[in-house]
Each structure stands twice: as C-alpha cells, then as structure tokens.
C-alpha cells in the first residue's frame, strides 16, 4: 500500500509544532490527556510479578496515577509492562506481543532480569529485553519495591508529558 | 512445528490456544485446548518458557554464592527453599544447628507457607471473578511481608537462611509484630470463609471439577495439598520430622473427594494450623542475649588491637545488627569453616581475618566430603528435595531439585478432560504452579 | 534400620546377582543395579508387599570421564511403610538407551522427557520423547558438562 497522506486540518500543526504557541499548547493538552489515561498490559513471567501485585492492589495502589486500566489485548493497550526473565524460548511471544500494539506505545522493564539479564547469565535467558524491543523506562530491583514501580510509572508520565505527540490521524507505515 | 496435539485432533474440532502470555496471575505456560463446543475433548500443555537454567548454574558456583538463586525457584514462599538447601548440606556434612536457629526457622517457613497459600488462593478467587477476595489476602500478606522484612531485610527474595543456623536473630519487637500480622490474617481468613465457604456460585464452579481419585494422585506423584485434597494422609513434617517439628502440636487437614474445592479448602485450614504453629514457637524458643550496644567505632577498635585486645564492644553497621558476636552461640553453629566468622573477630584479631579470607577465597570455604545426599520438605505446594552430588570441591558437581508442582502440572491435561472451557482456569488455579520451580 | 534391612534383604534373596551393590549412606539405602534390570526391579518393588507406590524423582548425573559416563538416579517411596529408597544404574556413552517406566508411573512421562532433554538419553518405550524444556531447534542437550555455560541459541534476530 502507498503512503496515506494526513488529514489536511493537523498537518500545518505538524509543521510548526517547534514555534507555535497554539501548537505547543495542543501539545501539552494531549500529553495530559495521554499521560493520566494509560492502558497497561501486564507481560508477568516471573517473581516481579509478585511486586507487580503489591503495587496494583490496595497498598499502594497505581490507580490514583491513571494506569488502573488492566487490559489482556495488545491492540488495545498503551504501555507493555515486562516483568520477569524473559528467556530464548519467551522471545517470539514478547516481539509478537509488542508487534500489535499501535502506535503511540511504551516499554517499561521492570526488574532486573528484564533490564539486562539479572543474576542469570546462561544459555537460556535473553540479556535485557533491549535487545528484543526498545524500550522507555527501566526499573532496577531484585525484585523492585513497589515504590520503585511508582517512581517509574510517573517519570513516564513526565516523558509523555514532555515528548512531541503523535497528532497524526492515521498511520504513515514506512 | 506441528505439536502432537494438531496430529491428533479431528477435522471437525476447535484448537484453541491459551498462549504463553495470559491473564492467569501464575506463570507462563502454554495450554492448547481441543474444543468439540466448549467441552474440552483433548489438551496439551507445553512448558519450559521460564526455564533460566538453575541446575547448570549451580554447578558453576560455590555452595555459599547460590543461596540467592534458591529463593527464586518458589518465589511466593522463598524461606522454605532456603531452608530444604541449607539443610541438604547439613545432612551431608553432619552439622548441628542451635535450638534457638531450629525455632526461627521453623516460623519463618510457616510465615512463608501462609504467604505461599494466600497468594495462590487470591489468584485461583480472583480468575472466577472473587475480586473482593483477592485484595484481602494481598492486604494480609502485605502484614506477614512488613514482619519479615523487619527481621531479614527483604520483602520477598530474602536469602536468609545460613548454613548451620540463620543469619541474623530475631528483631526486639517481633512477638508483636507477629501477633499483630496474625490477628489481621486470622480476621481475613474469616472474612473469607464467610464469603466463599457456603456460596452458591463457588461451590457451582468448584465443586467436582478435576476430580483426582487418591490412586492417581499418588501415581502421578503428587504432593502436599492436592494430595491431601485426594484423601491421602503424607506431610513431610509428620512423616520425617525435621528441625523441631515433632515437638509442635499441629493437625494435617485432609480432604475427601479431590476436587477444585477440597484443595481451596485444605489450603485455608492449613493456613490457620500454620498459625498455631507460630504461635507454639514463639512460646517454647530459647531465649537469647538482648540487644548488645557498641561503643567505639571500627576504625578505633583496629587502631587499639595493634597493640592489645580491645575491651569495649565495637559499633557495628545498622546491616549487622542481630549478628554480633554474643549472639553467634544462639543462631548459628559452633562447627569451623562452614560460617562467615563474627564482624568483631575480623576486624581485631589475626585468626578471625584468615577465616573470613579463606572462606570466600575460590578453592576454599564451604567443601562438603565427597558422596551424595537426598533431603527434602515440605514446601508449599508439596514435597521440595534436593539431590546434592558433592565431589569434594567447593562448587556442587550436581545439583538437582525435585519441584513439586512439576508432577501436579504432569497431571493437568487428564484432570481438564471432559470438562468445559471456564473450568481449566480454577483448575489451573488450584494446582499452585508457580513457573520458577516447574521450569527452574 | 530395620526398613532397609528388610528391603536389602528381599531383593538380594529374589535378584542374586542382578544387585551391584548395596550401600547405606547417611542414614538412606542406594542400590546399584545394571541398565537391563531397572524395569524388572522397579516392577518388584512397586508390587506388594514392598508397596514402593510413588516415584518421588528420576534424574540422571553425568560424570565426564569416567566409564560409565551418565548415571540414571531414581527415587521411589512407601506410602504405608514411610521408606525411601534410591535406586542407580550406570548408562555407558556409546549406548545411551534405557527402558522407560512410564507405563508404571505417569509422572515418568514428563521426567524423562526432561532427562532426554538436557542430557540426550533415550527411553525405549516411551510414547512421546521429545524435548520439554528447550525449543525445538535448539542443538545440544544443555546439562551435559562439555555443553558451555553461555553458548546462546537465540530464535529470533536480536537488536543491536
């Protein structure tokens, strides 16, 4: 298929997203938006996943940010939440996984075998899923206090915040 | 790659995959289903997804450097792990640990086996729908969660236990604590039993699903609570006692027809025998020094034995605290070379700095004598053994776990068969897999 | 004891020559028999009244020089006697073929499954023998000691 052109109405947002002082505005109201309306996907493998619980459950509860939203559909979610050792055999899974999700998405590594491999380094473990899919935020912790899971979800928040948002209608596939 | 399930399906059935990535809250497995409707016809369960390489890692390093990685084979009840490796080495080594060590042993693995079956219980309730249940038990096990890690530093992977005792005592408050922890789990238990014992919707989902007759439990080598769901009377801790177990009064609650809800239901009175276990122990436990104070820092204490003994007690780190040299006697054993020698020894005298040079040092340290050992106890989900083969050296040239819910797992495709699609979930959910120890 | 006085007693009475050897460490019985009798002697003790009715564990040793090279390890245990008992038998390298009891015990499938996966013996007799905890194109058999610790097989193409 050819390109798809945009919607002409954004594209002059587009162009001068850098200068604008409505464009930066726009900018800012969707990156709200974005950032307190995440749908996560929970990618659990392993004792991470123990945390992850903690962290969801009344405690301390990542609701009040936002992410509440626990969906069980790729295509349907914003941020893949990798949590646990992901091994050679688990690899395909994850890539298919994150295939599906439509732009715009994020990657949180939670852990430390998800970040590089954590205290296995052998035959069977993948050394950090950076080698697999990019990734946005990265969590250190054998396995991380909740806490250190909340800390993360809103330095990603900031980034949202922060980034030059998607205003694009449809997808240009390259 | 065709699995053995697509060459044996009919023409006409469904293949439903219930992929490696999935909502249930325990690992990742992979079960394929063969539907005709939504009866399940045939299974096939595909495993090894967590599979991280324990056993070949083991043999690549010394006895004292693996202790971490034991924690996170049953990653929901890490303590008992501990204690099944550390005491194989014992049996091997014949080494004698304090009576007061046996007793804090004895309640971190009953905290830990609480912990264990809460945590499998809120994951079987909350995949029916119990969402209420789920964070109750995740509110009690936070409670048992703060105690322990009051007293060994870490919520979850702890590596606490020590080769001829543990490695600090108990903290000053911990009889409080405790019994506080234990009033808000004994309240949860009763919130709960109200809600599901006599509900109509649970005992519909639960209730002669999966049923398992004791003959083939024990074929297919079950145990713990899914074998005594069938009826069949074995725990570790009654039939090889160990530690300090037969001096403890405890019940072994048994089920009778082996079904979804005889092993919810064993697991939630095996909970409250575990409480009164605790209970029992903090009763009958030896006492130990009380908290020592130091007085001089380090640096001055190395200073002043140049010359002479110093005779003032050293100020040690927070991290050691529990750990000073008048508690040693109390929690660990009095056997040489087997132990990291007291803080207070290393930094003043000659001898206590060679002990703890020699035994990190590669080549040196912990060397059982050659031969081979099988130990096992009761974990959470059923018998946990070790087979250690020792050649002398000071790394492991084997070592072997014997899971528990590997065999469980083993059983899965025969106990979904026949039954519909939205019974595999809680018979999933009962069985208690837990992906670091069925795939190590 | 007198529950490994007792076993030791019956299987030399009924397999004379068939039992290696016969020792007692640390309190626990091991019996060393050849690779050709295993079945028959599993067999026996799951009978009554030896009644060894649950086999607790099944795995394998491999000890790189020496003759023979793989050493299978069983575990089997007496519900109504409370007795375990361990049972070995040697496997040469240049014949790595074993009977399987899986037709005995069903938790048998899935361990030699596994055996056959990180060490590569074979269990005649077995009805599915394929690997259960690597993926299928993966060369090696993991566990071995000539297999290196690190020697990644990776599936798909990984970045950077």
């Avoid at chain 3, 649950?54 to 007496?78: I, N």
Wanted: glycine share 8%; aromatic share 10%; net charge positive.
């Amino acid at each position: 298929m050819g390109k798809i052109r945009p919607i002409k109405k954004y594209s002059y947002y587009q162009k001068t997203a850098h200068g604008g002082f409505i464009a930066t505005k726009l900018n800012y109201a969707i990156g709200w938006g974005r950032k307190f309306s995440i749908f996560h996907y929970p990618f659990i493998t392993a004792c991470c996943g123990m945390e992850y619980m903690s962290a969801a459950c009344a405690h301390w509860d990542f609701d009040r940010f936002g992410v509440g939203m626990t969906t069980f559909s790729p295509r349907q979610s914003d941020l893949l939440f990798v949590v646990g050792t992901i091994t050679h055999k688990e690899a395909p899974v994850l890539k298919t996984v994150y295939d599906q999700m439509v732009e715009p998405n994020w990657v949180i590594a939670c852990g430390a075998c998800a970040v590089s491999g954590g205290i296995y380094d052998n035959y069977a473990v993948v050394q950090g899923i950076d080698k697999i899919i990019p990734v946005d935020v990265y969590i250190p912790g054998c396995p991380p206090r909740p806490e250190t899971i909340l800390n993360a979800l809103l330095k990603l928040q900031d980034k949202i915040q922060k980034q030059k948002q998607d205003l694009r209608w449809k997808i240009i596939k390259e | 790659m065709t699995t053995r399930l697509q060459k044996e399906a009919k023409k006409e059935s469904l293949l439903i995959n219930m992929g490696p990535s999935h909502p249930a809250m325990h690992g990742t497995i992979r079960i394929m289903l063969e539907l005709d409707g939504e009866k399940v016809h045939n299974s096939e369960v595909e495993v090894g997804y967590l599979h991280r390489g324990f056993e070949k890692t083991c043999e690549n390093k010394t006895y004292f450097n693996l202790l971490p990685y034991t924690d996170r084979l049953n990653y929901v009840s890490p303590l008992i792990n501990n204690v099944g490796y550390v005491m194989t080495i014992e049996k091997l080594m014949e080494i004698e640990v304090p009576e007061r060590a046996q007793y804090i042993r004895v309640i971190m693995s009953e905290l830990s086996r609480i912990c264990d079956h809460l945590t499998a219980l809120a994951a079987m309730t909350m995949e029916c729908g119990a969402f209420t249940v789920f964070l109750y038990y995740i509110k009690a096990r936070e409670e048992i969660w703060n105690v322990i890690e009051k007293t060994t530093g870490a919520r979850m992977t702890t590596s606490y236990i020590r080769i001829g005792g543990v490695r600090t005592d108990l903290h000053p408050d911990f009889g409080t604590d405790v019994k506080k922890a234990m009033k808000v789990t004994r309240d949860v238990l009763k919130d709960v039993s109200g809600l599901l014992d006599k509900n109509k919707i649970w005992i519909d989902r639960t209730r002669d699903v999966a049923v398992v007759p004791p003959e083939m439990a024990v074929n297919y080598g079950f145990t713990g609570p899914c074998l005594r769901a069938s009826g069949v009377k074995y725990d570790v801790r009654k039939a090889h006692p160990y530690l300090v177990y037969d001096q403890i009064d405890f019940m072994v609650p048994l089920g009778e027809n082996g079904d979804n809800y005889d092993r919810y239901m064993v697991r939630m009175k095996e909970m409250e025998q575990s409480l009164r276990i605790v209970e029992q122990c903090l009763e009958k436990m030896p006492e130990s020094v009380s908290e020592v104070k130091g007085e001089i820092e380090p640096a001055e204490a190395i200073k002043m034995s140049r010359t002479k003994k110093p005779d003032q007690k050293i100020k040690l780190s927070p991290n050691l605290k529990g750990s000073e040299k008048e508690k040693y006697p109390s929690i660990l054993t009095s056997s040489k070379g087997v132990k990291v020698p007291p803080k207070e020894d290393t930094y003043t005298n000659m001898e206590g700095l060679i002990n703890h040079f020699k035994f990190f040092m590669k080549g040196h340290g912990i060397r059982p004598p050659k031969g081979e050992v099988y130990f096992s106890v009761e974990g959470g989900s059923g018998e946990l053994g070790y087979y250690i083969v020792s050649d002398g050296t000071d790394q492991p040239y084997r070592l072997h776990l014997r899971g528990p819910c590997f065999h469980i797992v083993s059983a899965l495709e025969q106990m979904i068969k026949g039954h519909y699609i939205a019974d595999v979930i809680p018979t999933f959910g009962s069985t208690n897999m837990i992906g670091g120890e069925l795939d190590r | 004891m007198e529950d490994n006085q007792r076993i030791k007693e019956s299987l030399t009475k009924k397999f004379k020559d068939k039992v290696l050897s016969v020792k007692e460490p640390l309190g626990d019985i091991v019996i060393q028999v050849k690779k050709q009798d295993i079945l028959e002697i599993l067999k026996f003790l799951k009978e009554k009244p030896q009644d060894y009715s649950m086999l607790l564990d099944l795995t394998c040793v491999d000890y790189k020089g020496k003759k023979p090279r793989f050493e299978m390890v069983y575990h089997v245990f007496s519900l109504s006697k409370n007795h375990r008992l361990r049972i070995k038998c040697g496997v040469p390298e240049h014949d790595l073929e074993v009977l399987s009891v899986s037709g005995m015990w069903k938790n048998a499938n899935w361990l030699e499954r596994e055996v056959y996966d990180m060490f590569g013996i074979h269990f005649t007799g077995h009805p599915d023998l394929r690997r259960l905890f690597m993926y299928d194109g993966f060369e090696g058999h993991p566990l071995r000691k000539d297999y290196p610790l690190r020697k990644r097989q990776p599936r798909i193409r990984l970045r950077k």
